[in-house]
Structure formats: C-alpha cells, structure tokens
C-alpha cells in the first residue's frame, strides 16, 4: 500500500529511448522516483545526484535542471513522502464506520507508513527542522495535522480550535510517533511476531487513558 512506486518504462527500452522521452517533461518525476528507492534501498540520504542521474541514464547536467543540489533533491523527496502520508491515512479511514474507529485507523495508518518506509521517515519527520522546510513538505503535513484535529474534534464533540481538542491531538501525534520510532530503532523486537497485536493493545490502554482525561 506505501511501496514506493514504480515508473512505467518498458525494461527493453535502450537508454537512448528512455533519455528522449525524459525530455517530454517526465525527467523530473523519473529522478524523484529513482531517488526514493534508492533512499529505501540505502536506508540513509547518501544519495548525490550524479549517481541518480547515471541510474536514470541521463547526464548530471540534466538532473542539476531540476534540483540545484541535494538538499532540493531531499526536499521534494520529503515532500513526496507527506503526500503519500497523508493520502494513506486518509484511505485507511474511509473503513471506519464510526468518529473513533477512523481515528484509530488512522493511527494505525500512522505506525504501518513508518514501517514500510523507514528512511523515508526518518527523512521526512528528521532531516528538516519545521522552519527549514519547503511550502511543498509542509503542506501536506499541515494537512495530515489539520485532519487529526477535525478528528478529535469530533470523537470529543468539541471546538476544533479548543485547547482540549489541541493538548487531545498532540497527545495522539505523540503517541504514534514515539511508537514509530521505537520499532524502527528495535527497541520493540521482542514483539516483532505480534507487534500488530502490541500496537492494538497500547491503544487500547491509551483509550483508557482518554476516557479518563478528556
């Protein structure tokens, strides 16, 4: 479901083919794509752009038009990464049939992108501070926030500009964070052949906590 996608390019095009058609305005989209599964693969940033270039076949000079230089290359890579983020905890909602099961299924939807894109996490949520970031990567991540607030807002049928709704929705961005973290860093390996089971079960204790608190 957050696999990074692949380019429609047919595997017996030559080079030559492929480097002619990056001219019809795609070069862009072949180099960030590239540039994400490389990232998986390599699960750093260590990524230059001449190396990207030489695995897309076209010359550096050629990927410097569309990134000035790494960091651009990063960026936009985080900022595809918010995207696709936001866009899977909206689809894991849709099978919520109730306020509170599409805010747990979000949360799960939370926890499951940091596991199936670990680099790109940890690219998204801790190479950039807030303030250094692009307009592109803090968009959609404002619009993922935004949504949890509407969320809670509604589980608590509250005013979503309250500070109940506010502390409420960073208490549960906190609680989902911390947990990513905490598997990808392995401190949670002892549950590794149920760690589904284990999420289910710390939100199950957390909704306790909020029915006591909120």
């Known amino acids: ?6 380019l429609n390019i047919d595997p017996t095009t030559d ?14 989209e072949a180099l960030l794509m ?11 940033a260590d990524i230059s752009l001449r190396e990207l270039a030489r ?6 000079n050629a990927a410097y038009r569309h990134f000035a230089n790494k960091e651009a290359l990063l960026l936009a890579m985080a900022a595809e990464g918010f995207t696709r983020f936001s866009q899977g905890q909206m ?17 799960r939807a939370y926890i499951d992108f940091a596991c199936k894109n670990p680099a790109l ?3 998204m949520f801790g190479r950039f501070s807030a303030s250094h970031r692009s307009d592109d990567v803090n968009s959609p991540g404002n619009l993922a926030f935004q949504g949890l607030i509407n969320m809670i807002a509604t589980v608590l049928q509250a005013d979503p500009k309250s500070a109940q709704v506010n502390s409420a929705a960073i208490h549960a961005w906190s609680l989902v ?5 905490l598997i990808l860093d392995g401190q949670f390996d002892r549950h590794a052949d149920h760690i589904d089971a284990f999420v ?9 906590f909020w029915g006591h608190k909120f």
Not at 34 to 44: H, I, T, W
Not at 177 to 181: K, P
């Open 121 to 123: 996490y940890r690219l």
């Open 34 to 44: 590239k540039g994400l599964e490389l990232l998986e693969s390599s699960q750093d």
């Open 55 to 60: 695995e897309v076949g076209v010359s550096a």
């Open 200 to 208: 289910d079960d710390v939100f199950a204790q957390n909704m306790l």
């Open 177 to 181: 964070h911390g947990l990513s973290t």
């Open 1 to 6: 479901m957050y696999t990074v996608s692949t």
């Open 15 to 28: 080079g030559a083919e492929q480097a002619r058609n990056y001219h019809h305005g795609n070069l862009r």
């Open 91 to 107: 689809n894991a909602m849709q099978a919520g049939k109730t306020p509170m099961e599409r805010f747990m299924l979000s949360g």
